[in-house]
């Protein structure tokens, strides 16, 4: 059985009849943490829509996520629909709160773009995404913008050189010792027939300048794939190369050094998957992987799995939901669909996924029943995952807190 014929744009559920009620729970929750925070006066403003395709940053400096863009749609009778937008939000940790940022300019409305953080010069850096323009034809960028953290001002960087194409869904990172964006891979198909690419750039920040790295006995081309940074090294983990499976399982440190790339992962571990969260655990030399969409019965995950970099392997941290029920037709599943692991978060892929040296964090995403749009932590050194925002919608019926569940959804 495969849940999903089309998996890249279909969710299965067709829509959320609880929102209402689980918009005042996360009300309620959120107020709960005011109490918990002595320096919060306010209640909490309200949180960003319910979204997917989205990318940020953790701002230690002010103990913070930003996020910005990505696709607010819903979908209709299970069929994708798009509402791309050009928001910046703030994720204040220490009240658990969302501020809306007004930010002129900037790169506007953006889906499936990458952004990292350059510490080193206290702002962020967007690269590329896309852009919907109508009916299976898109505009993908391959422009670079900077966030200044301090003032939350815009700026476009000019660059010259061997530009990439345009493209979303792609791995980059910021060389903080080379002070240097680093791209890998992508989606560059214009029509929305997805088509991976697996060349890889460098845009030196100081001069502008783009220059191709090549490369040998790296990953194959793909798009989807999740990225992060430990020490010297880009961890690249799953992805797709194409619309239908096989998807990877595959994972490469790619030395930033001396720009040569070395497979790391061998034998069983997570399933073959696209839209993972990937985190980078320094204090034990490893990776965790979460979540993703695979092309089995369940399709999306919230299982766990750490990586040792120095080649002990792939060790699982948390099972996730397990599969309890058969759909009854296409896009109608039974409440008892699966069984929550409700120690983790909802089973998702396409989510925000940023880090601090420590911490872990997880915001948005598309799930079984639409996007969603609450925050989840994992204390890296254990694994242990936190809710630190509930969602006001996405979540199946039977791990959402509403009682008059009918299917999976609502």
Same mark, same amino acid.
């Given at each position: 059985m495969k849940l999903l014929v089309f998996p890249f744009i279909v969710s299965l559920g067709c829509g959320d009849k609880d929102t209402t009620l689980r918009a005042d729970a996360a009300d309620d929750a959120a107020q709960d943490a005011l109490v918990e925070a002595p320096n919060?006066?306010?209640?909490?403003?309200?949180?960003?829509?319910?979204?997917?395709?989205?990318?940020?940053?953790?701002?230690?400096?002010?103990?913070?996520?930003?996020?910005?863009?990505?696709?607010?749609?819903?979908?209709?009778?299970?069929?994708?629909?798009y509402e791309y937008v050009a928001e910046l939000w703030a994720f204040h940790l220490d009240c658990h709160s969302w501020e809306r940022i007004e930010a002129p300019g900037g790169p506007g409305i953006r889906a499936?773009?990458?952004?990292?953080? +350059?510490?080193?010069?206290? #702002? &962020? *850096?967007? !690269? /590329? $995404?896309?852009?919907?323009l109508g009916f299976g034809r898109y505009t993908y960028y391959n422009d670079v913008w900077a966030l200044g953290l301090a003032s939350d001002t815009w700026s476009e960087i000019t660059t010259t050189?061997?530009?990439?194409?345009?493209?979303?869904?792609?791995?980059?990172?910021? +060389?903080?010792?080379?002070? #240097? &964006? *680093?791209? !890998? /891979? $992508?989606?560059?198909?214009?029509?929305?027939?997805?088509?991976?690419?697996?060349?890889m750039f460098a845009l030196d920040l100081e001069s502008g300048a783009w220059s191709?790295?090549?490369?040998?006995?790296?990953?194959?081309?793909?798009?989807y794939h999740s990225s992060s940074v430990l020490g010297d090294e880009l961890i690249v983990f799953g992805g797709a190369a194409a619309f239908n499976p096989p998807y990877f399982n595959d994972a490469y440190a790619f030395n930033m050094v001396n720009d040569t790339w070395r497979r790391i992962a061998t034998g069983s571990g997570p399933s073959p998957r696209f839209g993972s969260a990937l985190f980078a655990d320094s204090a034990n030399r490893r990776v965790i992987a979460f979540g993703g969409h695979d092309d089995g019965d369940l399709g999306n995950h919230n299982d766990s799995w750490s990586l040792d970099l120095d080649g002990d392997g792939w060790t699982e941290l948390h099972g996730g939901d397990t599969l309890n029920g058969a759909p009854s037709g296409p896009c109608m599943f039974p409440t008892d669909f699966t069984v929550p692991e409700e120690t983790s978060p909802e089973r998702r892929y396409s989510m925000m996924a940023v880090q601090s040296t420590s911490t872990g964090f997880v915001f948005g995403g598309k799930t079984d029943c639409g996007n969603i749009n609450d925050v989840w932590a994992m204390d890296l050194p254990t694994g242990a995952w936190s809710q630190r925002r509930p969602a006001t919608g996405g979540e199946a019926c039977n791990r959402s807190g509403a009682t008059q569940c009918t299917t999976l959804c609502y």
């Open positions: 919060c006066t306010e209640r909490p403003a309200d949180a960003p829509e319910t979204r997917s395709e989205v990318a940020g940053v953790f701002d230690e400096a002010r103990n913070r996520i930003l996020v910005y863009g990505g696709n607010t749609a819903a979908p209709v009778e299970c069929m994708p629909d499936r773009h990458s952004i990292v953080l +350059d510490g080193s010069h206290d #702002r &962020l *850096i967007l !690269f /590329g $995404g896309r852009e919907r050189g061997s530009a990439p194409s345009g493209r979303a869904v792609t791995a980059a990172a910021y +060389d903080e010792a080379r002070n #240097r &964006l *680093i791209i !890998f /891979g $992508g989606d560059v198909d214009t029509m929305g027939l997805l088509r991976a690419i697996g060349d191709a790295i090549t490369t040998t006995g790296g990953p194959a081309a793909r798009f």
